[in-house]
């Protein structure tokens, strides 16, 4: 195979363009085979009226003799390009059509820069093969796909495409119109992916010393290409190869006339912030099931730190040039949600499967999501389950009774459901949003606590609207119980009430964002105690007040005086109140009792003691009203407490109204009972005090 490499040149922001060049071409000459360049031909691109570069404008760099001289046997040529400055994607464009046409006649076309230098002898050969391959494996005309260069400077990126002058057969653009200078390269390799016809080469391997990853030479132009754009780009492939077969032998550019079926694509995104080796590693070696295309992004969110750089440097070491394996690390920590967003920006998959890092996903997990997503075609998303271990303490337990972890089984409880309104992203597979009309794609909102509360939710119920919106007869989130991942106890197996106070801090924001989901109800714990507090602290004031202003002294000597009687008789009401308090955790805690020991025990508990489960019921009181308190702390930070006191939000959504019934009589309960109780421990306490006053040892 002839093989053409399409070199853009500009002596903009380089002093030394002609240096990059004769090193190029020094690289070429080194590593090809033979070295005088048979089979070789390279095409310069040059900005029309480049002072180094243009000969028409006295440039002093020749790059034709350059390259003539490099390689004495190549096909050579230089091309004046008109383009506004920076469209290094319109310059390939011009190339490679130069490159397909007579004179060259090439069969492959290498879309490099300036600024690389080729590694690995033999590389044309590598390339050749690379498409025998992929022709042979993936039963498609000799030329269908897209290999790339193995990048040094930007491992497991597909930077330098190669294509087969098969791709200007069905894209006689190259590449859109619409690509300025980035982006180009993962468009050309996802398009291919789709069909299981593109492949990184470990024998091509380059390196790229100014552009990739970092700062390049021009304004970086990004284009939304891996949504509509991708998905027009890959049916017309498709379409060529349905067209392939009927064409006459001899105007067939390939050698074989079938064609596979495109593949599932689904990627598999992980943001993490511990980055545990072992579990990132075992997320990593998911096996992938046939007429499946899966890539694994993960993104680090804790640069700086040694031991999540060494975990990272460990997984690039193993995974360099697999096209399937992309990591990646924050330039600061941004949080979960951002970190979620970055994974999503860098696939392009049909469908995403969002993992924790920490969780230990069924080794048939993708499996199980391809055969949900076959059986459910108008779906939008799917919610796996997320096991937790048997719980084995007190605290453990206490999280099952507390109900905060009730939807990471949903998919279990509820098994056939279609329309399961959000499931948790330690294990939650959807289609990848990408913008509608005039619509952004949705994204999770950074606007969360970095360390979660909430954003998954607002995630699903804004992805679940918009496809709605976008895909008639549309439903989800499907119930898929046998995608399975089990995730780990938090904080070493204590959980502690905090983290879930830090979740609620940002959950409390769906009631005002998703008003159609909000009810009013009778007050939880949290607000009760307070309201309670709310009340001594006014009551103490007051009478601090007045004492002070009534120039009383607080010393025993000024009992008598009326203001300092004041404040000791609000003293006296606030252990009244503060009684009160006790009461009401009473009451919740007695409540709690009947409903999981008597009434409606808790299925995840039922394997414990009884005198086990009765030891968690402080735990999980504990863990629900610190939730509840979080999420007041959420609204008083936001300037939002007043009109968000009993204020709820329905977690089943649109799945299921009657939970606010449901809801609301359970905390009217449980208003009654610290009423009840409340106005007992009152009752006592004014018997008390008048058997006090009639005690005539007092007088």
Same mark, same amino acid.
């Given at each position: 195979?002839?093989?053409?490499?399409?070199?853009?040149?500009?002596?903009?922001?380089?002093?030394?363009?002609?240096?990059?060049?004769?090193?190029?071409?020094?690289?070429?000459?080194?590593?090809?085979?033979?070295?005088?360049?048979?089979?070789?031909?390279?095409?310069?691109?040059?900005?029309?009226?480049?002072?180094?570069?243009?000969?028409?404008?006295?440039?002093?760099?020749?790059?034709?003799?350059?390259?003539?001289?490099?390689?004495?046997?190549?096909?050579?040529?230089?091309?004046?390009?008109?383009?506004?400055?920076?469209?290094?994607?319109?310059?390939?464009?011009?190339?490679?059509?130069?490159?397909?046409?007579?004179?060259?006649?090439? &069969?492959?076309?290498?879309?490099?820069?300036?600024?690389?230098?080729?590694?690995?002898?033999?590389?044309?050969?590598?390339?050749?093969?690379?498409?025998?391959?992929?022709?042979?494996?993936?039963?498609?005309?000799?030329?269908?796909?897209?290999?790339?260069?193995?990048?040094?400077?930007?491992?497991? *990126?597909?930077?330098?495409?190669?294509?087969?002058?098969?791709?200007?057969?069905?894209?006689?653009?190259?590449?859109?119109?619409?690509?300025?200078?980035?982006?180009?390269?993962?468009?050309?390799?996802?398009?291919?992916?789709? *069909?299981?016809?593109?492949?990184?080469?470990?024998?091509?391997?380059?390196?790229?010393?100014?552009?990739?990853?970092?700062?390049?030479?021009?304004?970086?132009?990004?284009?939304?290409?891996?949504?509509?754009?991708?998905?027009?780009?890959?049916?017309?492939?498709?379409?060529?190869?349905?067209?392939?077969?009927?064409?006459?032998?001899?105007?067939?550019?390939?050698?074989?006339?079938?064609?596979?079926?495109?593949?599932?694509?689904? &990627?598999?995104?992980?943001?993490?912030?511990?980055?545990?080796?072992?579990?990132?590693?075992?997320?990593?070696?998911?096996?992938?099931?046939?007429?499946?295309?899966?890539?694994?992004?993960?993104?680090?969110?804790?640069?700086?730190?040694?031991?999540?750089?060494?975990?990272?440097?460990?997984?690039?070491?193993?995974?360099?040039?697999?096209?399937?394996?992309?990591?990646?690390?924050?330039?600061?920590?941004?949080?979960?949600?951002?970190?979620?967003?970055?994974?999503?920006?860098?696939?392009?998959? &049909?469908?995403?499967?969002?993992?924790?890092?920490?969780?230990?996903?069924?080794?048939?997990?993708?499996?199980?999501?391809?055969?949900?997503?076959?059986?459910?075609?108008?779906?939008?998303?799917?919610?796996?389950?997320?096991?937790?271990?048997?719980?084995?303490?007190?605290?453990?337990?206490?999280?099952?009774?507390?109900?905060?972890?009730?939807?990471?089984?949903?998919?279990?409880?509820?098994?056939?459901?279609?329309?399961?309104?959000?499931?948790?992203?330690?294990?939650?597979?959807?289609?990848?949003?990408?913008?509608?009309?005039?619509?952004?794609?949705?994204?999770?909102?950074?606007?969360?606590?970095?360390?979660?509360?909430?954003?998954?939710?607002? *995630?699903?119920?804004?992805?679940?609207?918009?496809?709605?919106?976008?895909?008639?007869?549309?439903?989800?989130?499907?119930?898929?119980?046998?995608?399975?991942?089990?995730?780990?106890?938090?904080?070493?197996?204590?959980?502690?009430?905090?983290?879930?106070?830090?979740?609620?801090?940002?959950?409390?924001?769906?009631?005002?964002? *998703?008003?159609?989901?909000?009810?009013?109800?009778?007050?939880?714990?949290?607000?009760?105690?307070?309201?309670?507090?709310?009340?001594?602290?006014?009551?103490?004031?007051?009478?601090?007040?007045?004492?002070?202003?009534?120039?009383?002294?607080?010393?025993?000597?000024?009992?008598?005086?009326?203001?300092?009687?004041?404040?000791?008789?609000?003293?006296?009401?606030?252990?009244?109140?503060?009684?009160?308090?006790?009461?009401?955790?009473?009451?919740?805690?007695?409540?709690?009792?009947?409903?999981?020991?008597?009434?409606?025990?808790?299925?995840?508990?039922?394997?414990?003691?009884?005198?086990?489960?009765?030891?968690?019921?402080?735990?999980?009181?504990?863990?629900?009203?610190?939730?509840?308190?979080?999420?007041?702390?959420?609204?008083?930070?936001?300037?939002?407490?007043?009109?968000?006191?009993?204020?709820?939000?329905?977690?089943?959504?649109?799945?299921?109204?009657?939970?606010?019934?449901?809801?609301?009589?359970?905390?009217?309960?449980?208003?009654?009972?610290?009423?009840?109780?409340?106005?007992?421990?009152?009752?006592?306490?004014?018997?008390?005090?008048?058997?006090?006053?009639?005690?005539?040892? &007092?007088?």
């Amino acid at each position: 195979m002839r093989v053409a490499l399409l070199v853009p040149v500009t002596s903009r922001g380089t002093p030394c363009v002609g240096t990059n060049v004769r090193a190029l071409l020094a690289s070429v000459r080194e590593t090809a085979r033979p070295p005088s360049g048979d089979n070789l031909a390279i095409l310069f691109g040059v900005d029309r009226g480049d002072p180094v570069c243009d000969p028409a404008a006295n440039g002093a760099l020749d790059l034709a003799r350059m390259a003539r001289e490099a390689l004495p046997r190549a096909h050579v040529s230089l091309h004046l390009c008109a383009h506004p400055p920076g469209h290094i994607c319109s310059i390939w464009r011009d190339l490679a059509r130069r490159a397909f046409a007579k004179p060259c006649s090439a &069969d492959l076309a290498v879309l490099l820069g300036d600024d690389v230098r080729l590694v690995s002898v033999g590389w044309a050969d590598a390339l050749a093969s690379a498409f025998e391959e992929v022709a042979r494996e993936r039963g498609v005309p000799l030329g269908f796909g897209c290999v790339a260069f193995a990048d040094e400077s930007f491992p497991s *990126f597909p930077s330098f495409p190669v294509i087969h002058r098969v791709h200007a057969a069905w894209m006689p653009t190259i590449i859109p119109l619409s690509f300025v200078n980035q982006d180009a390269d993962p468009f050309l390799f996802q398009i291919y992916r789709a *069909f299981g016809a593109a492949r990184i080469v470990t024998g091509a391997r380059l390196c790229n010393t100014v552009g990739g990853a970092g700062a390049a030479r021009y304004d970086k132009v990004r284009v939304a290409w891996n949504g509509r754009m991708l998905d027009e780009a890959r049916d017309a492939a498709a379409q060529w190869l349905c067209w392939y077969p009927n064409q006459a032998p001899a105007e067939r550019v390939g050698s074989h006339p079938s064609h596979p079926a495109l593949a599932l694509t689904l &990627d598999v995104l992980v943001p993490t912030y511990r980055a545990p080796l072992a579990a990132l590693e075992r997320i990593l070696a998911l096996r992938v099931p046939e007429g499946m295309s899966t890539q694994f992004i993960v993104v680090c969110d804790r640069p700086g730190d040694a031991d999540a750089e060494a975990t990272m440097a460990a997984l690039q070491a193993k995974h360099a040039h697999n096209a399937m394996v992309h990591l990646r690390t924050n330039q600061a920590n941004i949080g979960a949600g951002p970190t979620r967003n970055r994974a999503l920006d860098e696939s392009a998959a &049909d469908w995403v499967l969002f993992l924790d890092d920490d969780v230990v996903p069924d080794d048939g997990i993708l499996a199980a999501y391809a055969r949900a997503i076959a059986t459910h075609p108008s779906a939008f998303g799917l919610v796996g389950t997320a096991e937790l271990p048997p719980a084995a303490n007190a605290r453990q337990a206490g999280v099952c009774l507390a109900g905060v972890s009730f939807f990471w089984s949903a998919a279990r409880t509820f098994p056939l459901e279609r329309e399961l309104p959000w499931g948790v992203t330690a294990n939650l597979c959807a289609r990848r949003p990408h913008a509608v009309g005039e619509l952004g794609a949705v994204r999770f909102g950074a606007h969360f606590p970095r360390t979660g509360g909430g954003e998954d939710i607002d *995630f699903c119920l804004r992805l679940g609207s918009q496809m709605r919106s976008e895909l008639p007869g549309a439903y989800g989130f499907v119930a898929t119980p046998d995608a399975r991942v089990v995730h780990p106890w938090w904080d070493g197996g204590e959980p502690s009430a905090a983290h879930f106070a830090g979740w609620a801090y940002g959950d409390g924001m769906l009631a005002q964002r *998703f008003p159609e989901h909000a009810y009013v109800a009778w007050p939880n714990l949290a607000e009760t105690l307070c309201a309670l507090g709310l009340v001594t602290a006014a009551q103490l004031g007051v009478a601090m007040l007045a004492t002070l202003g009534g120039g009383a002294t607080l010393d025993a000597r000024s009992a008598g005086a009326p203001h300092v009687s004041a404040l000791l008789r609000a003293c006296a009401r606030s252990r009244m109140i503060v009684a009160a308090a006790v009461a009401c955790v009473l009451a919740d805690l007695g409540y709690d009792a009947w409903r999981e020991l008597v009434a409606r025990p808790c299925a995840e508990c039922a394997h414990l003691p009884l005198r086990a489960r009765a030891r968690a019921l402080p735990h999980g009181l504990l863990i629900r009203t610190a939730s509840e308190a979080g999420r007041l702390r959420g609204h008083a930070s936001r300037g939002a407490l007043l009109t968000n006191v009993c204020r709820r939000f329905n977690w089943f959504a649109h799945m299921w109204h009657g939970a606010r019934a449901v809801e609301r009589a359970d905390s009217l309960h449980r208003t009654v009972a610290r009423a009840t109780l409340c106005a007992a421990v009152l009752a006592v306490h004014a018997v008390h005090v008048r058997e006090g006053v009639r005690d005539p040892s &007092d007088g």
